[in-house]
């Protein structure tokens, strides 16, 4: 079993920053990508960033402002988020595709997920 845990969530004003940390644990192999989505009330969940051996892929409405970074040998993977915005508000989930030995594939694992409201 993988588990991933996710803190740092919170309140913050419009124009304001957070960081968000991501822990994966358990039996871990390899861990393809480590990353970020987001699910807002009433909307489908999104990209926020994706890290992987290749590079950091950033969701479109977070580009410039949202910096995603990645420790390999701890597994661990954070989001410094600034210049938050009302629409930045959403429940973010960590995500995390892990081999977790050789003889089966990659899987898809996901944190419990942390609220972040940006609201004066």
């Known amino acids: 079993q993988v588990q991933l845990v996710e803190s740092g969530g919170g309140l913050v004003q419009p124009g304001g920053s957070l960081r968000l940390s991501c822990a994966a644990s358990?039996?871990?192999?390899?861990?393809?990508?480590m990353g970020w989505y987001r699910q807002a009330p009433g909307k489908q969940r999104e990209l926020v960033a994706t890290?992987?051996?290749?590079?950091?892929n950033y969701g479109d409405s977070v580009k410039g402002r949202f910096t995603a970074s990645r420790d390999y040998a701890k597994n661990t993977v954070s989001l410094q988020m600034n210049s938050l915005k009302p629409e930045d508000t959403a429940v973010y989930y960590c995500n995390a595709v892990v081999r977790t030995d050789w003889t089966t594939g990659r899987s898809n694992y996901w944190g419990q997920g942390t609220q972040v409201t940006v609201s004066s």
């Open positions: 890290i992987t051996s290749g590079g950091i």
């Open positions: 358990g039996s871990i192999l390899t861990v393809n990508a």
